[in-house]
C-alpha cells in the first residue's frame, strides 16, 4: 500500500437491486448535513434514513428505474460529494450565524426614525382622514321634501 493510499477513507457500501446503502458517522457528519444531501436526492431516487446506532445513520439509495452497479456506485459517490457541500453550509451558518441576527435585528429594529411600517401605517391614516365625511345615507330614512 503507498503512502497516498494509505490516508484514504475507504468509503463502505453494500448494494443489492436498485439499491445502495451506506452508514454515515454524526460524529464527522453532522445530522443536518445528512438531512440536506437526502433532500438533494429525492427528486432522482427514494431515500430511506435509518438510525442503525447512536451517532450513526444508514443511508439507503433507492433507484425508481433499473440501474446498473456502476451506476448505483455513481450514485453513493454524487451523495458522498453532496454530504461534504452540505457540511461546508452547515460550518458556515453556524459560523456566521451571530452576524445575520445582528442585521436581522438591526433591520427591524432600527431607531433611526420611523420604520417603512410605522411610515406606511401614517400615510394610510391619514388617507382615511382626507375620505368623505363618515356620515352614510340611510335609504329608509324620510326626506324633507
Do not use: H
Not at 427514494?46 to 451517532?55: G, I, K, N, Q, S
Not at 400615510?123 to 321634501?145: H, I, Q, R, T, Y
Amino acid at each position: 500500500m503507498t503512502e497516498a493510499n494509505a490516508e484514504t477513507v475507504d468509503f463502505r457500501y453494500e448494494l443489492s437491486d436498485r439499491q445502495i446503502q451506506f452508514a454515515i458517522d454524526e460524529n464527522i457528519y453532522p445530522r443536518d448535513a445528512v438531512f440536506g444531501a437526502a433532500y438533494i436526492f429525492i427528486d432522482r431516487c427514494y431515500v430511506f434514513l435509518e438510525r442503525p446506532a447512536d451517532r450513526k445513520v444508514s443511508v439507503r439509495l433507492r433507484t425508481k428505474q433499473a440501474a446498473t452497479e456502476a451506476e448505483l456506485e455513481a450514485l453513493a459517490g454524487e451523495f458522498a460529494n453532496e454530504l461534504l457541500n452540505q457540511v461546508l453550509r452547515v460550518r458556515i451558518g453556524e459560523s456566521t450565524a451571530r452576524i445575520r441576527e445582528y442585521y436581522m435585528a438591526r433591520a427591524f429594529f432600527s431607531s433611526e426614525g420611523k420604520s417603512t411600517i410605522d411610515q406606511l401605517l401614517a400615510e394610510l391614516d391619514a388617507e382615511e382622514m382626507a375620505e368623505a365625511p363618515l356620515e352614510v345615507p340611510v335609504p329608509w330614512e324620510k326626506s324633507n321634501g
